[in-house]
């Protein structure tokens, strides 16, 4: 099962996604191809330590329509479709934020905007 508006797969027990609160579909649609971004157009901007400060970055650039992930050792940041005691998966540092090329100079400046000091000490890149 998947949203169709994140695009996040979830367990087949799963029948709307708990962060878009969207009814989860069996296939997902094809994107068009100028939403289609090839894996080496992402660039890792900063290795953060802290997840409150990758959530609030990405919660940032979220809201300023840029397209961003974290990855930590774990895997993507955010919520799965497992049961248990909790949905979020277990993260592990660092936190690296990603986003597309494209987009690289205005998410360094949201970031540094809200972490301040700590962004800049994270910067993985000059650009």
């Known amino acids: 099962m998947f949203c169709p508006k994140c695009r996040y797969e979830?367990?087949?027990h799963i029948f709307v996604c708990p962060d878009c609160d969207e009814k989860l579909v069996a296939t997902l649609p094809e994107l068009?191809?100028?939403?289609?971004?090839?894996?080496e157009d992402w660039v890792e901007?900063?290795?953060?330590v802290?997840?409150?400060?990758?959530q609030m970055v990405l919660e940032v650039l979220q809201a300023k329509t840029i397209p961003a992930v974290i990855l930590s050792e774990a895997g993507f940041f955010g919520q799965t479709g497992?049961?248990?005691p909790t949905v979020i998966q277990p993260v592990a540092g660092p936190y690296s934020v990603m986003v597309p090329a494209?987009?690289?100079?205005?998410?360094d400046a949201e970031a540094e905007a809200?972490?301040?000091?700590?962004w800049r000490k994270a910067r993985?890149?000059?650009d």
């Open 45 to 48: 901007l900063a290795r953060l």
């Open 10 to 12: 979830y367990e087949p």
């Open 82 to 84: 497992q049961i248990g």
């Open 102 to 107: 494209d987009f690289v100079e205005g998410a």
């Open 114 to 118: 809200v972490l301040g000091e700590e």
């Open 32 to 39: 068009p191809p100028e939403t289609l971004r090839e894996e």
């Open 124 to 126: 993985v890149t000059e």
């Open 50 to 54: 802290s997840p409150m400060s990758a």
